[in-house]
């Protein structure tokens, strides 16, 4: 604004000046700036957040090959934005199978808009770590080999209503979560979410135990 009301003062072509501004500040309200080549992002926290997390990527999936930030992370592979700005990331559903080898980056507790996280069918190990306060609805992480799970993982994900972490090698407790309508914790030996099982309207596909 300030920059605005200077030139709009100055004596030489003030129109012409301000139009020129006005078109630069549309095109930096669009989000997404090309300088030179360089894709500026919009949200630097999501996009760390998923730079740290393919950095746990300890081997070179192909499904990891487009994220770099030539190409704004809203249109890599896997992720999906919400539609209207800031575009944050809203689901990591696209992910499962892909030969991720490594471990989960903590960085992805970032995310605060995420609804879907779906990575099963890869190789993840260690531990699950703290997604609380994210808007998580969905988490997938079948078939993998997770060994734990942070307490508080999941603390305040009340919306969660589709959980997921059968065949891993979890011990620990996952919490409760009042929305949970889909419950899989075959393999494992996690507690605490089947403390109010009567409560939950569990799908015939649910399996539970440990
Ligand atoms: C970034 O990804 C694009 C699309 O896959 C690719 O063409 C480009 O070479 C990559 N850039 C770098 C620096 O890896
Ligand atoms: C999911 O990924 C596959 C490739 O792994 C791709 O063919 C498909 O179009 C993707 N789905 C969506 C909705 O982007
Ligand atoms: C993102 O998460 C990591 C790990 O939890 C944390 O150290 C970092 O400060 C966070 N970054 C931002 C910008 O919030
Ligand atoms: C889990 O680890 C075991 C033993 O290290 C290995 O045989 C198995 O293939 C792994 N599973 C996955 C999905 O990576
Ligand atoms: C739960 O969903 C509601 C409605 O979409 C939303 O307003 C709220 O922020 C969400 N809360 C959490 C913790 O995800
Ligand atoms: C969970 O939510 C409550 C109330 O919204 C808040 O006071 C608390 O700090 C949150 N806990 C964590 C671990 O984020």
New binding site residues.
């Given amino acids: 604004m300030i920059h605005i009301l200077q030139v709009m003062r100055s004596p030489r072509q003030p129109a012409k000046l301000a139009v020129l501004l006005l078109l630069a500040l549309l095109l930096l309200c669009n989000g997404v700036v090309n300088v030179h080549g360089k894709t500026i992002h919009e949200n630097s926290v999501d996009l760390h957040a998923l730079l740290d997390f393919k950095k746990g990527i300890t081997n070179d999936p192909p499904a990891l090959s487009n994220w770099n930030t030539t190409i704004h992370f809203c249109r890599w592979t896997g992720v999906y934005c919400t539609t209207t700005r800031p575009f944050r990331v809203s689901s990591l559903n696209n992910l499962t199978g892909q030969n991720l080898h490594g471990r989960i980056s903590p960085s992805l507790g970032n995310l605060t808009f995420l609804n879907r996280l779906h990575l099963s069918y ?2 993840l190990v260690g531990t699950f770590p703290v997604l609380n306060n994210l808007q998580l609805e969905s988490l997938h992480m079948s ?3 997770l060994t734990g799970i942070s307490p508080n993982a999941l603390l305040n994900c009340s919306n969660l209503s589709y959980l997921d972490f059968s065949y891993n090698q979890l011990k620990g407790e996952i919490g409760q979560f009042p929305k949970l309508q889909y419950l899989i914790l075959g393999s494992n030996m996690l507690s605490g979410a089947t403390r109010h099982l009567e409560s939950f309207k569990l799908s015939p596909i649910s399996r539970l135990g440990g």
């Fill in positions: 890869n190789s078939n993998n080999n």
